[in-house]
């Protein structure tokens, strides 16, 4: 697939190399985490699209991510999604939500933090981490919202979400330091070899 | 010597500091200079009791070992696939290690995920990995002291900040002080490399008069005429006027000693580094060393391989004679300590390039030297001389064959040449990209080292040729030099030879 990007005065791009070029299927996977990268953002702050969009404005990405409607159509190229998300999503809007995400876990890191404090604290004490208000919050609204989007959702076993949730929750900590784009950028392609439902259960 | 403390990273969870002495050679270079950075780190997050707090210290190579594992480690962590952070968080201690050492995982769907959770290892006997519950098992290998024991296990929250501090620590290394680097590690850290290189430029200045075939004394004649010359790409005058100085004896030893991992220590040319280093004329110096190097600018008129050389305004000729006859005559005997110190003084001069943006160099040799008094005798600026020789040194003219400087060869000029063809610094870049270019005899690159996360997220974007593909002509004497390539945000490229294996 052609790369679109575009020249872009950003200084996070040089966090994230093009050295590796997703390919079409591999753009795919890509897709898959960052929406699903999102979903635990907004599962964990309540982050909506008018953040995302805020988020967007404030690292001058407007022109990739707009309005509603295109916030909307990228996330819809999940293929993760219900209507399976045909869209493509190309390299510069793959990097542009990466930059959103990494802003917005950097805006909410206390509260990532305090989330796997209390994930650390109950596993180790062998505690399910329902009995911490933040993560049994966290864990529901992410249950809800996945199984509410995402094709064969409701069909998804709770205790895999669950899981699947707490590992977005590690992995937003890491998001949330000052190289988290990179980090981010990293995982996905090094994830993007793996087959897509690898990333979902 | 007092120890002092050049950083302190000090997330919740952990305490990273950064300490070195300081040289003695920081009276000559007008800088702090440093050597024997160690590092303490310390887990002493407020949920520990004092007690429990473990602390650990060690070298510059062992800390850049830390960060390496770190890392690669927390970007396995985050490649994981759900199933197999599954097994991260529900094994106990003994199961995740087992899994570590190669398991593959069936995920709940029935696939194997193809990567399994290994941990990561390194030489030294430090190793990271999963001991299950998000914890993470951290073998500190030789870094172990009795009080610390052979491990500590880290909680997900100290190794993010661990990872954190790592990471600050590598992305400061740029702007730290110049460290003085053991000789044996001199091609080992590219950190210290291009940190050392804010250390050489005094030392520098005065070296690279050393390195100039010997001419006559009386070249203050020759000096004198080139006052009315404007042509600063060199001519061969202006070479010879700079091996006049008397001085230069004195720099070659200092900077020997400053320069990184420089085997030899030149003998019989004790020189009085100091006396180069200090400014010998009020006049002049003062102004170099209050004004900061401007920024690199390509100067068409020459190689411009140093953009401090490069920038040299013509009214700087007129000066720049009087203090080159000032420098003492570089017999070619002294050669034998050339190679070295040339080299050196080529990835000085890279370094002070690149170092331009993050550090101004009060003693900088650049152009940032006023032009001194016309006609002035002897008394030196002896970085105006360097920054004139290293300038034609650096541009491989003619005079360089006539010199004989066996630290620059003609691929040189191809490799800036072929870059400044294509050099495109893209608007987001902010730094100076630097390579370590390795070359066959043949001509092609063996292989190519970026120096620092912005030269390796740009390289794609460098147009650099692929390892084995033709790049420049064969090398005379079968040699494989190592090039030091500055590929500059404006748009300069500049290319030293570091190494001439």
């Known amino acids: 697939m052609p790369s679109t990007v575009k020249p872009s005065t950003e200084p996070a791009w040089n966090q994230m190399p093009l050295a590796i070029q997703p390919d079409p299927s591999q753009l795919d996977n890509i897709k898959a985490q960052l929406d699903l990268v999102l979903l635990a953002l907004e599962a964990l702050a309540g982050i909506g699209s008018d953040a995302i969009l805020q988020a967007a404005a404030d690292l001058q990405l407007t022109d990739v991510v707009a309005d509603r409607v295109s916030l909307w159509r990228l996330r819809q190229a999940s293929p993760l999604r219900k209507g399976q998300g045909r869209k493509r999503l190309d390299v510069e809007e793959a990097r542009s939500l990466v930059l959103i995400i990494c802003h917005l876990a950097k805006q909410h890191q206390e509260l990532i933090r305090r989330a796997v404090a209390l994930l650390e604290q109950l596993t180790e004490q062998g505690e399910p981490p329902h009995q911490a208000a933040l993560l049994g919050d966290y864990l529901d609204n992410f249950s809800n919202t996945y199984q509410e989007r995402m094709d064969h959702g409701d069909e998804t076993p709770i205790a895999q979400l669950t899981h699947l949730a707490l590992k977005l929750l590690i992995d937003l900590l890491f998001y949330s330091a000052p190289n988290g784009s990179r980090r981010l950028w990293l995982a996905l392609l090094d994830r993007a070899a793996l087959p897509a439902s690898a990333h979902s259960y | 010597m007092s120890i002092s403390i050049l950083r302190r990273y000090t997330p919740s969870t952990c305490t990273l500091e950064i300490m070195a002495k300081e040289s003695p050679l920081s009276r000559w270079t007008g800088q702090p200079t440093l050597k024997q950075v160690r590092f303490q780190l310390s887990f002493d997050g407020p949920h520990l009791p004092t007690d429990r707090h473990v602390a650990v210290q060690g070298d510059r190579d062992q800390l850049d070992r830390l960060c390496d594992i770190v890392e690669e480690y927390v970007q396995d962590l985050l490649r994981q696939s759900p199933a197999q952070f599954d097994t991260l968080l529900s094994l106990t201690s003994t199961e995740s290690r087992a899994l570590s050492l190669g398991d593959t995982h069936r995920s709940q769907n029935g696939q194997i995920d193809d990567r399994p959770l290994h941990g990561v ?34 909680s997900t929250l100290e190794l993010f900040d661990l990872a954190n501090a790592l990471d600050e620590y590598q992305a400061d290394t740029l702007s730290l002080p110049a460290f003085e680097q053991a000789r044996q590690h001199y091609f080992s850290n590219n950190w210290l490399r291009v940190a050392a290189v804010l250390l050489l430029t005094v030392g520098v200045t005065a070296t690279v008069t050393q390195f100039l075939p010997n001419s006559s004394t009386t070249n203050l004649q020759t000096a004198d005429s080139l006052d009315n010359s404007d042509d600063q790409s060199g001519s061969d005058d202006i070479a010879r006027s700079a091996n006049d100085d008397p001085t230069s004896d004195e720099t070659l030893s200092e900077s020997a000693e400053v320069n990184l991992g420089l085997e030899q220590t030149p003998s019989g040319e004790a020189a009085p580094f100091s006396d180069l280093a200090q400014p010998p004329r009020p006049g002049s110096s003062p102004n170099s060393a209050s004004e900061n190097r401007p920024p690199q600018q390509r100067q068409p008129s020459n190689g411009g391989s140093s953009p401090s050389r490069s920038q040299q305004p013509p009214n700087l000729v007129p000066s720049i004679p009087p203090q080159l006859s000032a420098i003492p005559p570089v017999e070619r005997s002294d050669r034998p300590n050339s190679p070295s110190a040339s080299g050196d003084i080529a990835s000085n001069d890279t370094a002070s390039s690149s170092a331009a943006e993050s550090a101004p160099l009060p003693s900088s040799a650049t152009m940032s030297r006023q032009p001194s008094a016309p006609g002035e005798p002897r008394s030196s600026d002896p970085q105006q001389s360097e920054s004139r020789i290293s300038r034609s040194a650096a541009d491989g003219l003619p005079n360089q064959a006539v010199l004989g400087d066996p630290n620059t060869i003609p691929q040189l000029e191809e490799i800036r040449d072929y870059f400044r063809d294509r050099w495109q610094p893209p608007e987001s870049l902010t730094r100076n990209l630097e390579y370590r270019l390795m070359l066959n005899a043949d001509g092609s690159i063996e292989r190519i080292v970026p120096l620092g996360p912005t030269a390796e997220d740009y390289i794609d974007r460098t147009e650099m040729p692929l390892r084995d593909e033709p790049f420049v002509s064969r090398i005379q004497g079968g040699h494989m030099p190592q090039i030091r390539l500055i590929l500059g945000a404006d748009g300069d490229v500049q290319a030293f030879l570091e190494y001439l294996n």
């Open chain 2, 121 to 154: 290892s390194h030489a030294g006997g430090m190793s990271l990995q999963p001991a299950g519950a998000l914890k993470h098992a951290l073998s500190l290998g030789e870094l172990a002291t009795s009080e610390s024991g052979p491990s500590v296990t880290l």
